[in-house]
């Protein structure tokens, strides 16, 4: 799951999000064998979203230990666009993700440092977000929530499947519009390509030629490296979506697996490349 999945997660979780730049540590003992970290806010910059009738003067969050922060991590070493800065900037703000359990204050996500450009992301994903979760209708908030998950490059993931399953909005499987496909495939050809299973059966053509331009441009190198094998095996098994049914037991799906083979000579690689160019061409 990408990390622009959990952020969604992280912002439909939060009751509070906010930029700080005054804000200091404390570090109680909870037992014998753990402590408890506290972040006390001393200025709350600016508020993103607030769920809450009024702040509290004196905020203290619980931040929880390295491995405890879920989020954070997921989204910090996620592998998508957004990333835990520490560096100086001329901006440079903290960025805080806050729900409240019971009466304690607790940090799901904390950003430290982040910059104008980062703060741009965040904002505009936050934003978008929020203005969703406050849709009524729940068909129309499902319909907006799709389009956000198309434009991140994103499959609805099984949470969001399940629940508008409960609420008998979809059934088996969902229904796309006819503006939803092509921006899925626009986005798809800009390479966002985990929309894959949204449009590969309505744009197979298309799906297969972009697959193949990325084959034959690898193919073309004069000396590919290992990383362009490495490269090429994942396409090829995209295309196919590895071979089909049956397909471990193929020749192809072994010629592909040689690829990052020592042993195989780079004229020999060539080879299987080409044949498996032509594979995918003729792939139905």
Same mark, same amino acid.
């Given at each position: 799951?990408?990390?622009?999945?959990?952020?969604r997660?992280?912002?439909?979780?939060?009751?509070?999000?906010?930029?700080?730049?005054?804000?200091?540590?404390?570090?109680?003992? /909870?037992?014998?064998?753990?402590?408890?970290?506290?972040?006390?806010?001393?200025?709350?910059?600016?508020?993103?979203?607030?769920?809450?009738?009024?702040?509290?003067? /004196?905020?203290?969050?619980?931040?929880? #230990?390295?491995?405890?922060?879920?989020?954070?991590?997921?989204?910090?070493?996620?592998?998508?666009?957004?990333?835990?800065?520490?560096?100086?900037?001329?901006?440079?703000?903290?960025?805080?993700?806050?729900? !409240?359990?019971?009466?304690?204050?607790?940090?799901?996500?904390?950003?430290?440092?982040i910059?104008?450009?980062q703060?741009?992301?965040? /904002?505009?994903?936050?934003?978008?977000?929020?203005?969703v #979760?406050?849709?009524?209708?729940?068909?129309?908030?499902?319909?907006k929530?799709?389009?956000?998950?198309?434009?991140?490059?994103?499959?609805?993931?099984?949470?969001?499947?399940?629940? $508008?399953?409960?609420?008998?909005?979809?059934?088996?499987t969902?229904?796309y519009?006819? !503006?939803?496909?092509?921006?899925?495939?626009?986005?798809?050809?800009?390479?966002?390509?985990?929309?894959?299973?949204?449009?590969?059966?309505? $744009?197979?053509?298309?799906?297969r030629?972009?697959?193949?331009?990325?084959?034959?441009?690898?193919?073309?190198?004069?000396?590919p490296?290992?990383?362009?094998?490495?490269?090429?095996?994942?396409?090829v098994?995209?295309?196919?979506?590895?071979?089909?049914?049956?397909?471990?037991?193929?020749?192809?799906?072994?010629?592909?697996?040689k690829?990052?083979?020592?042993?195989?000579?780079?004229?020999?690689?060539?080879?299987?490349?080409n044949?498996?160019?032509?594979?995918?061409?003729?792939?139905?």
């Open positions: 799951m990408g990390n622009a999945q959990n952020l997660k992280a912002i439909l979780k939060s009751d509070l999000i906010f930029l700080s730049e005054a804000h200091n540590t404390k570090t109680t003992t /909870k037992n014998d064998y753990s402590k408890q970290n506290y972040i006390n806010i001393v200025k709350i910059d600016t508020i993103l979203k607030n769920n809450f009738s009024s702040i509290p003067k /004196k905020l203290s969050l619980l931040n929880f #230990e390295d491995g405890e922060n879920f989020y954070s991590d997921l989204i910090t070493n996620g592998g998508g666009c957004i990333q835990n800065a520490k560096m100086i900037n001329e901006y440079s703000h903290d960025l805080f993700f806050v729900q !409240k359990v019971g009466k304690e204050y607790r940090i799901l996500v904390f950003f430290n440092g910059d104008i450009k703060y741009d992301i965040f /904002k505009k994903q936050i934003l978008t977000i929020k203005d #979760e406050q849709i009524k209708d729940e068909k129309v908030r499902f319909e929530t799709l389009d956000w998950f198309i434009e991140n490059g994103l499959t609805p993931d099984t949470d969001f499947v399940e629940y $508008y399953k409960s609420k008998q909005i979809i059934t088996n969902i229904s519009s006819d !503006k939803q496909y092509q921006k899925a495939l626009i986005q798809f050809e800009k390479g966002e390509e985990g929309l894959l299973p949204i449009i590969k059966d309505k $744009y197979s053509d298309l799906v030629n972009y697959f193949l331009n990325k084959l034959e441009t690898i193919a073309a190198k004069e000396e490296d290992n990383d362009d094998y490495f490269n090429f095996y994942q396409i098994n995209h295309a196919t979506n590895y071979f089909g049914e049956n397909g471990y037991d193929s020749i192809e799906y072994f010629l592909n697996n690829l990052s083979s020592d042993t195989i000579s780079k004229y020999d690689k060539a080879k299987i490349m044949h498996l160019i032509t594979t995918v061409r003729e792939w139905k």
